[in-house]
């Protein structure tokens, strides 16, 4: 089965993004919530996508509860959104990109090499998008 294609995130956040290296990241756990400062890619249609490994806590998190609030340090400027697993065969031109000239020196350098970390299994790209209920 695959989605829909993505909601963009508000202008508001991507504005306030463009130039930054890192977002704050919630997300919840255990009952409460934890956040983390992680490097990201803005891609069309205006949403958010995050590498991580694919052992990190916050990626195991995220599978069971896709819910996040994005805030811009320094700012007041969040919103929050949903993250969503992203295989490669689901990685279109655009997306492709913006991820590899954000992630190269993740390992990500080539789209070659994208494609294998997420395939293999060693990193999980997910991407962070707007919902129906929030514009």
Do not use: N
Not at 33 to 56: D, E, I
Not at 68 to 93: H, K, N, Q, Y
């Amino acid at each position: 089965m695959t989605a829909g294609p993505p909601l963009a995130l508000p202008p508001a956040l991507l504005a306030a993004l463009r130039g930054r290296d890192e977002v704050l990241v919630t997300s919840r756990a255990d009952g409460g919530t934890g956040t983390v400062r992680m490097s990201f890619a803005v891609a069309p249609p205006g949403v958010v996508y995050l590498l991580t490994s694919a052992f990190s806590r916050k990626a195991l998190r995220w599978e069971h509860d896709p819910w996040v609030r994005l805030r811009v340090p320094g700012t007041d400027v969040f919103c929050e959104a949903s993250v969503r697993r992203v295989d490669a065969a689901e990685i279109d031109a655009d997306a492709q990109e913006a991820i590899l000239e954000r992630f190269a020196t993740a390992g990500a350098a080539t789209a070659e090499a994208l494609r294998q970390m997420l395939v293999i299994g060693t990193h999980r790209l997910l991407r962070v998008e707007g919902s129906a209920g929030h514009p």
